[in-house]
């Protein structure tokens, strides 16, 4: 035990400099952590008993996917119903069928090929889905079709698994019993949530650590039980963070976990660094390329193909093709299995290590830096927008032959109380703005607005910029701003243009741009405390007034997004 304790210890300390590190130089924090575990495992050899750290990385895994299912609101995957669904399956199986192709034209044998072909057709829903949640992407069109195609083949890989682990055995039956079982019990949990879980959870709200022992304990049932009947623990602990983020205690739920969460996490992704097998480069230098090109590029392609065929525009497919160009943790245990039972051999087993961690520290930065990549790959991307014949992306709203003096670019957060302002001032506005439940509550209220990227010069084009008096611009992509500034100024110069910005640093680049304010909110809350307090030391009462329309104005918002955090 002390030698775990010590060896989690150097793992942390060492994955904590490596972050300290990755964030000075301004990089994302996940190659970070598995150049740590390189450096640990073959490297100095520091961390050689992989087998306990192997099995926290699955519990990091589980608390993670425990974590998605508690912010997951399947309902609004509902409208990408077709594309998670037929499009993942179809995905899946070109994926697959170009893999085992190529690999057999290498002169594999006929069972790696299929175990390649395996490995390569999976994405990491892990990697994905932390990393657009730490850009708060989620919520987007493109953030919902990559979660409901990565949910579909994590029911997959669950199928794929359990066919490779019965291999010689009768399994039809028993993989088909187990899928009954476990869909029995989602509905007997989905009744306990409704009937039960709601009534106990109020009470044990009132204690914070009666709430996070509640809810840790409903994750370990859920997984046990699921583990029980054939099902990896990680399955069983999304379904329950499933079944409590449908009550109203999920958001106090996710800060509980969110430590605990954070903590296994960055041993799951050091440990993926000290799986690494040294081999001779030159014996994998091929299949190694191939690999990553039918990750990397080919996925890509057939990402942007399907998403086209199914009627969304470019920069929806780019989005989501980028985000999904990495291999998965499922393909991690399938090639540990393979290899454990002797299906595959060493190099195959490297190689995958290899890919994982070359494909999962480049999504990082894709997912990081997507908006640079768009506005680089956009213009080379119209043959999808006209492949796209039947739009699936929000119709606008405008009014036929109304002239839009103000245009507001992002409605949420601050935008809603800007859209209010000028409202009153009786100023004819046209909002623009990414997530579809916005735009259809815009369209419900008769708002002009258009669904759509500020960054793409397609939706520049239909503001008539020539017109406005004001532009505004509440998001904060200093990329987007900056465009937006240079075209404001070169089809309309007179233009008062109001830009946001969290960072000093590019706020001053925005005003050099040409920008006439720049909103940076904590600067600007400062400011806004400031003049409450002087306020109040003339009149007290005015603190009830402002606290009455602050709640009053948050009552409304709930109500609009009650899932929004």
């Known amino acids: 035990m002390e030698n775990i304790f010590l060896d989690i210890g150097i793992i942390i300390i060492i994955a904590g400099m490596g972050a300290y590190l990755a964030r000075v130089l301004k990089q994302p924090l996940i190659p970070a952590y598995i150049i740590v575990g390189i450096i640990l495992g073959p ?27 508690l912010e997951l609101n399947l309902k609004k995957l509902k409208d990408i119903g077709n594309v998670a669904t037929v499009g993942a399956l179809v995905h899946m199986g070109l994926l697959f069928g170009a893999s085992y192709a190529v690999f057999k034209i290498l002169k594999y044998d006929n069972l790696t090929s299929i175990y390649i072909g395996l490995i390569l057709m999976f994405s990491s829903t892990i990697v994905v889905i ?28 669950i199928v794929a698994l359990s066919m490779l682990s019965s291999i010689g055995q009768p399994m039809l039956g028993s993989v088909l019993l187990m899928f009954v079982k476990g869909f029995i019990i989602f509905f007997i949990g989905l009744a306990l949530a409704k009937i039960i879980f709601t009534s106990v959870f109020k009470f044990a709200a009132q204690s914070d ?40 205690y999920n958001l106090e739920i996710i800060g509980q976990v969110r430590g605990i969460k954070d903590f296994f996490a960055v041993i799951f992704f050091v440990s993926i660094g000290l799986e690494l097998i040294p081999v001779s480069i030159s014996k994998i ?60 051999s060493s190099e195959i087993f490297s190689l995958t290590i290899l890919v994982a961690i070359i494909t999962i520290g480049l999504t990082a930065y894709f997912i990081k830096f997507d908006d640079k990549l768009y506005h680089w790959f956009g213009k080379k991307l119209i043959f999808f927008d006209k492949l796209s014949k039947h739009n699936k992306e929000l119709i606008s709203y405008l009014e036929e032959g109304a002239r839009h003096k103000v245009i507001l670019v992002g409605y949420d957060r601050i935008g809603y109380s800007i859209l209010k302002k000028l409202k009153k001032l009786e100023k004819n506005v046209v909002i623009i703005d990414l997530d579809p439940d916005i735009i259809r509550h ?27 008096e004001l532009v505004i611009s509440t998001i904060p992509s200093h990329q987007d701003s900056l465009l937006l500034i240079k075209k404001v100024r070169e089809f ?24 006439d ?40 918002r709930k109500k609009r997004h009650p899932h929004h955090k």
């Open 517 to 556: 304010y720049v909103v940076v909110p904590h600067f600007l809350g400062g400011e806004h405390i400031s003049l409450i307090l002087e306020e109040l030391t003339t009149d007290l009462n005015k603190l009830l007034k402002i606290k009455i329309s602050h709640i009053k104005a948050l009552q409304e």
């Open 43 to 69: 490297v100095f050899r520091v961390i050689t008993d992989k087998t306990i750290i192997a099995s926290l990385s699955e519990i990091g895994i589980a608390f993670l996917l425990f974590s998605i299912g």
């Open 285 to 344: 230098i091929l299949p190694l390329g191939v690999m990553l090109g039918l990750t990397l590029i080919i996925l890509p392609f057939i990402t942007l193909f399907l998403l086209a065929l199914f009627g969304y525009k470019k920069r929806t497919a780019f989005l989501t093709s980028i985000s999904l160009a990495q291999i998965s943790e499922f393909s991690l245990i399938i090639v540990a299995l393979g290899f454990s039972s002797g299906h595959i």
């Open 442 to 468: 815009l369209i419900r209220k008769k708002i002009p607005c258009i669904y759509g990227d500020i960054g793409d010069t397609e939706i520049i084009k239909r503001l008539r910029l020539e017109e406005a």
């Open 209 to 248: 650590e009666l709430l996070f022992l509640l809810s840790i304990t409903t994750m370990f049932a859920f997984a046990i039980i699921y583990n029980y009947i054939g099902f990896s623990i990680i399955i069983g602990a999304f379904i329950a963070g499933l079944l409590l983020g449908s009550l109203p």
């Open 130 to 157: 932390k990393l657009l949640s730490d850009k708060n992407e989620l919520d987007t069109l493109h953030g919902r079709i990559i979660i409901g195609m990565l949910l579909m083949q994590d029911i997959v890989a």
């Open 492 to 515: 309309n110069p007179e233009a008062t243009i109001i830009v946001t910005s969290y960072e000093a640093e590019e706020a001053l680049e925005l005003y050099k741009g040409g920008a």
